[in-house]
T-cell receptor, first 113, second 112 residues
């Protein structure tokens, strides 16, 4: 089976801009979760989508949003970018959601200047 | 107190050593426990997944969970230079509002 894919792999944006990241889960997996990884805070949960519905949300501002399509592909959007949003954004795919095995993609490295 | 605490490291061992990595947690609602390995500039790779107290073995890796002490461990036998990576523990609750909570990770270096 193909693994989790994320596009783009690298992105440089300017403060105030918005960005959309994409994640394609493992075939047959209905859950996609998003995480932010920084050296200072480590891996932090953003949100989880299951069958096109957001099931869980972490403690991030409303500038961070996402959606999931009927084919389970997911997108994450960050509006009004801040310097502190520079991070590795990871998505994880799972057959059943949180509590099941989570398989991560390679991540999108976002740099905000 | 953080929900998940992981030994900060870094940790350096000679090739062939037995490595012990540990995490403690405070939330007794955690039911599922995982260990991930992350190489530089890569996404985390699932190594071990367990949901009960006791030991689970997979090749050179053994995951140990002690729910009464809120303590989990990962043992690596006969460590190899290719094991050099960052290791993250993770745990989750079940049901509504469940989320996966990670330790900060520990960087392991295995010297040839």
């Amino acid at each position: 089976k193909a693994g989790v894919t994320q596009t783009p792999r690298y992105l440089i944006k300017t403060r105030g801009q918005q960005v959309t990241l994409s994640c394609s889960p493992i075939s047959g997996h209905r859950s996609v979760s998003w995480y932010q990884q920084t050296p200072g805070q480590g891996l932090q949960f953003l949100f989880e989508y299951f069958s096109e519905t957001q099931r869980n949300k972490g403690n991030f501002p409303g500038r961070f949003s996402g959606r999931q399509f009927s084919n389970s592909r997911s997108e994450m959007n960050v509006s009004t970018l801040e310097l502190g949003d520079s991070a590795l954004y990871l998505c994880a795919s799972s057959p059943g959601g949180i509590g099941y095995e989570q398989y991560f993609g390679p991540g999108t490295r976002l740099t905000v200047t | 107190q953080k929900e998940v605490e992981q030994d900060p490291g870094p940790l350096s061992v000679p090739e062939g050593a037995i490595v012990s990595l540990n995490c403690t947690y405070s939330n007794s609602a955690f039911q599922y426990f995982m260990w991930y390995r992350q190489y530089s500039r890569k996404g985390p790779e699932l190594l071990m997944y367990t949901y009960s107290s006791g030991n689970k073995e997979d090749g050179r890796f053994t995951a140990q969970v002690d729910k009464s002490s809120k303590y989990i461990s990962l043992f690596i036998r006969d460590s190899q230079p290719s094991d050099s990576a960052t290791y993250l523990c993770a745990m989750s609750t079940t049901g509504a509002n469940s989320k996966l909570t990670f330790g900060k990770g520990i960087t392991l270096s295995v010297r040839p």
